[in-house]
């Protein structure tokens, strides 16, 4: 997804500007597609800063601009976009192209079915595809042929490519769910934390991403003026955390309403929203809530439900919705409708 990258880094500190989390497994995927084609890689490693001694160390780490720097420069001088991982080169603006057939759909489902079907059109070594079951979208990738030493590479590579395409085209977090890889961990394995924030699986086939199915029916927030400046340096797509989640509240209400006694707290409730406390506090204040104000509004709509619709005792409608007592409930009760619950009930009784 590449149409201009940089020829040199843009400062001397590049190695040390940022926390460098990057395996240099990765790196030596890329000095493999090198050899393969019998050509030197010793341009693109100056251009990154990345130095024999790193290189020849397995528990060496790079940057993200490192990796920016180094798989842009070989990019261009391999003319593949694939980086050696496929039977055939991806010459340069293949993604791109991928891209443009996309951005034109009308919700992110769309445009990830398009992105599916198109690539299978200039490189048939795997096959991408979209599954929704029940709450749950996955990206899966079958691999048709073996992909030998770039297989990590490849398989990692092509999963974070989409999710950040799909996080860029609806200018949005995608949380994930899940990820799952058809091998066994890596030495490295702790870094994938990082590169899919969420439960990892190994020695899981296909290799696969899991995320909640409703951000599929979001339209795209991009145009052909965003793609083309996108395009510029789509490599940081791969990194980029977006701080924004367009259904963070229907997230926060149906984890309220469907797991009240695994989101008593914001502790638990943003472990299950697989976010730290801290973010989606933040979050919720930039959109003008609080978890305190939609906790009321979910309990309330449940309780006012319960009380009218069932025969529970008042007690066992305190712990439906979450509360873990009768008097918390009661109190709480009244502060939003000005009633006890029994009186609700019996003003609500035909």
Not at 63 to 76: N, R, V
Not at 116 to 128: F, K, P, Q, V
Request: glycine residues 4%; charged residues 25%; hydrophobic residues 45%.
């Amino acid at each position: 997804m590449r149409s201009d990258l940089p020829s040199r880094p843009r400062s001397s500190t590049l190695a040390t500007t940022v926390q460098s989390v990057t395996p240099m497994a990765f790196v030596k995927a890329i000095v493999e597609a090198y050899a393969r084609r019998g050509m030197d890689p010793g341009k693109a490693l100056n251009v990154a800063q990345i130095t024999p001694k790193e290189l020849a160390d397995p528990a060496s780490r790079i940057s993200a601009a490192q990796m920016e720097c180094i798989s842009g420069a070989a990019m261009q001088e391999l003319d593949d976009e694939a980086l050696g991982w496929f039977s055939r080169r991806l010459p340069w603006g293949s993604y791109g192209m991928l891209a443009r057939a996309s951005i034109s759909a009308a919700s992110l489902g769309v445009a990830l079915k398009r992105w599916c079907r198109h690539h299978a059109l200039i490189a048939d070594d795997i096959t991408l595809s979209l599954k929704v079951t029940g709450d749950w979208a996955t990206l899966y990738i079958s691999e048709q042929r073996d992909l030998g030493v770039l297989r990590e590479f490849c398989l990692v590579s092509v999963l974070r490519n989409i999710h950040g395409l799909a996080c860029w085209l609806i200018d949005s977090r995608l949380p994930l769910l899940g990820a799952q890889f058809p091998f066994a961990p890596p030495p490295h394995h702790e870094v994938y934390a990082v590169l899919f924030p969420g439960p990892t699986a190994f020695d899981s086939a296909p290799a696969a991403l899991r995320f909640d199915a409703r951000y599929l029916a979001l339209p795209l927030r991009r145009d052909e003026s965003a793609l083309q400046q996108m395009l510029q340096r789509a490599l940081p797509l791969t990194v980029h955390q977006y701080r924004h989640d367009r259904l963070l509240l229907t997230r926060v209400r149906q984890a309220l309403a469907s797991q009240p006694a695994r989101s008593h707290n914001a502790d638990d409730l943003a472990a299950l929203l697989h976010v730290s406390a801290r973010t989606l506090h933040r979050q919720l204040k930039e959109k003008g809530s609080s978890l305190q104000t939609l906790k009321d509004e979910v309990r309330q709509r449940r309780s006012r439900d319960l009380l009218l619709r069932s025969a529970r005792p008042i007690k066992q409608v305190a712990e439906a919705v979450g509360f873990r007592n009768e008097k918390s409930f009661i109190r709480a009760f009244q502060a939003w409708v000005g009633q006890s619950p029994s009186e609700f009930r019996r003003a609500g009784q035909p």
